[in-house]
């Protein structure tokens, strides 16, 4: 007789909400993604540093994409719904209505996004405190965390928001609320996002000193009480309302959430790498990085035991593989800083007539025009006196310094195609030497990698995947579906459905590799001097901070 893990036609549902657009997909106990739906959603920037998003307009896109992935099948079919999304903070009245997060008072905009940086001064306070929760987030907790955007919000809009808040959501968690009712939190969007401890709970002396000791009165009512670890079953399934904005059958299993990055990590780090050649087969999970590339890039490494990296965020309990720490590197801006500054080049009109003229997207045509234009030396060699400083919206790992911009050296007057594209191969190696730069934090914090597993938007782009090969010397792995972050979305669903026992079963079932890409070793010691370079770009940037700084 077949199992049932081993029956065909038991299907679940992953939807993940990354910064730019929500997708769902419906994926069978193999993994194997039978359909897919995206669909983008609204951003506001009100003014400078500041990104809002509508919980209401996530949702309702959710429910489209939703419903197109289940079109034409028997939904009885279907078992568990896992979701993922960035880590945004929502806020909520005591009703569970929308409450604005700005100063126009628009309630529609009642998320303060992760990339948002308005709340330097508050996380700057909270810093000065040096409280021991901080040594869970690599020493210098940041601005794109939660605790100082609640501060700001109570700082700034205390009538219009802080005072009639009831709830304030992870985005992964508030989407679990809405489609089963059921409050409790996520363990990974606390332990990671809120300063909770998976063995302590939360710490009422770091609330108390940061001024936000409201939550410890209210005993942690609106920022969650009760805490589930993701893919745990919530309440009673979906609820008949949400069974109908979203096309499916009231009652199935809904799973705690994971933050995106998270579920990407679900749903590469897994996958039996027997016969590839790899030197991470036959080894722990340990020597495994996840990379999860798309608007940001968030460097994902698990370990038996707590290990502390200066600016790496970590180490987490459980966060993301069930009784293994995580720590998190990660780049603010990756996939955002390749359409930056691609979209903000003199040619890249040209480059766009170009490209549609051949159906292409501008990515693929600007990675063929580098072809065309290298003649016989390898495409990387094309940067030899061109170099970026990727941190135009600061640093996230491992130098935890807002404050850092991005540079770039080795300008010229030309402003045609051949520039633009060159540009952009430059600054996909900044990407990658930033991943080099985080890796060797890391190792020296005592992770031993060996293996990269790449995926989400930029992991589609295999200039980019060469280029993190070439530059940091390693392997690197993508899966047999490119939408590796909704296998993991799924895996939360078919383990909240009981259907596998354990987080780690179904990511060995539901994780598979597609491709490998090796570094080119003959081009090591190009890539050795342009890291070199690289560091010194950084070192400068800081000098001349301090002789401007200076009388
Ligand atoms: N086909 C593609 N080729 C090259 N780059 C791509 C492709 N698709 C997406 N990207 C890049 O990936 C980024 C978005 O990745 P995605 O994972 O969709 O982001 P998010 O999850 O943050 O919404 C874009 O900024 C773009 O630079
Ligand atoms: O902070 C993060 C994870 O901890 C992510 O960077 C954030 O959630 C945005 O992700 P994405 O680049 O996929 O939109």
Redesign the pocket.
């Known amino acids: 007789m077949l199992g049932r893990d081993q029956e065909p036609g038991s299907y679940y549902v992953g939807v993940d909400v990354?910064?730019g657009s929500v997708r769902a997909a419906l994926v069978d106990q193999r993994g194997i993604l039978l359909a897919f739906a995206d669909q983008p959603i609204n951003q506001w920037e009100p003014q400078f540093n500041h990104h809002e998003q509508s919980s209401e307009d996530i949702w309702a896109a959710c429910c489209v994409v939703t419903k197109q992935v289940v079109q034409g099948i028997d939904v009885n079919q279907i078992r568990g719904l896992g979701f993922d999304a960035?880590?945004s903070l929502v806020v909520l009245d005591k009703q569970f209505r929308p409450l604005p997060v700005n100063h126009e008072g628009d309630a529609r905009r009642n998320i303060i996004m992760?990339?948002d940086h308005r709340a330097v001064s508050q996380v700057r306070r909270i810093n000065e405190t040096k409280h021991s929760v901080l040594q869970c987030v690599g020493g210098v907790m940041s601005v794109?965390m939660q605790a100082p955007k609640l501060l700001w919000l109570k700082e700034n809009l205390r009538e219009m928001c802080w005072d009639k808040a009831g709830h304030f959501f992870d985005l992964p968690d508030f989407l679990s609320w809405k489609a089963t009712g059921v409050t409790a939190r996520s363990l990974c969007s606390l332990v990671?996002?809120w300063t909770y401890s998976a063995e302590k709970g939360w710490d009422d002396s770091f609330w108390k000193m940061i001024g936000l000791e409201d939550f410890v009165a209210d005993n942690y009512n609106k920022i969650g009480n009760q805490v589930l670890p993701p893919g745990a079953s919530l309440g009673n399934g979906l609820t008949p309302e949400a069974a109908k904005d979203l096309g499916l059958p009231a009652g199935i299993a809904v799973a705690a959430s994971l933050?995106?990055?998270?579920a990407g990590g679900l749903g590469v780090i897994g996958a039996d790498v027997r016969g590839y050649g790899l030197a991470c087969e036959g080894q722990p999970m340990t020597s495994r990085l996840a990379v999860?590339c798309?608007?940001?890039s968030?460097h994902m490494g698990i370990s038996k035991d707590p290990i502390f990296v200066p600016g790496v965020w970590g180490p987490y309990f459980s966060a993301m593989v069930p009784g293994f720490w995580l720590n998190?590197g990660?780049q603010?801006v990756t996939?955002k800083l390749i359409d930056h500054m691609v979209q903000g080049h003199a040619a890249f009109p040209e480059l766009q007539a170009k490209a549609t003229a051949r159906c292409q997207s501008v990515y693929a045509y600007l990675n063929s025009h580098l072809d065309l234009i290298k003649k016989a030396q390898p495409v990387g060699f094309l940067t030899v006196d061109l170099h970026v400083w990727p941190d135009f919206h600061g640093n996230r790992s491992p130098l935890a310094d807002l404050t850092l911009k991005g540079m770039v050296t080795g300008l010229k007057l030309s402003q045609d195609l051949d520039d633009l594209a060159i540009l952009y191969l430059a600054t996909v190696q900044a990407i990658a030497f930033g991943t080099r730069l985080i890796i060797e934090a890391m190792e020296a914090g005592g992770h031993s990698i060996s293996t990269l597993f790449l995926c989400?938007g930029l992991s589609k782009n295999p200039l980019f995947v060469q280029m993190h090969a070439d530059i940091t010397g390693m392997p690197v792995v993508l899966s047999q579906e490119v939408e590796s972050v909704l296998v993991g979305a799924a895996i939360l669903g078919a383990c909240a459905s009981g259907d596998f026992a354990s987080v780690q079963e179904a990511m060995a079932r539901m994780s598979k590799v597609g491709k490998v890409v090796f570094p080119r070793l003959e081009d090591k010691r190009y890539y050795n001097k342009k890291y070199q370079v690289f560091l010194k770009l950084v070192e400068h940037q800081k000098e001349y901070a301090a002789i401007m700084k200076g009388d």
């Open positions: 990354g910064t960035t880590c992760w990339l794109e990671c996002k933050i995106d990055a998270h999860i798309g608007t940001s968030c998190e990660g603010s996939g989400g």
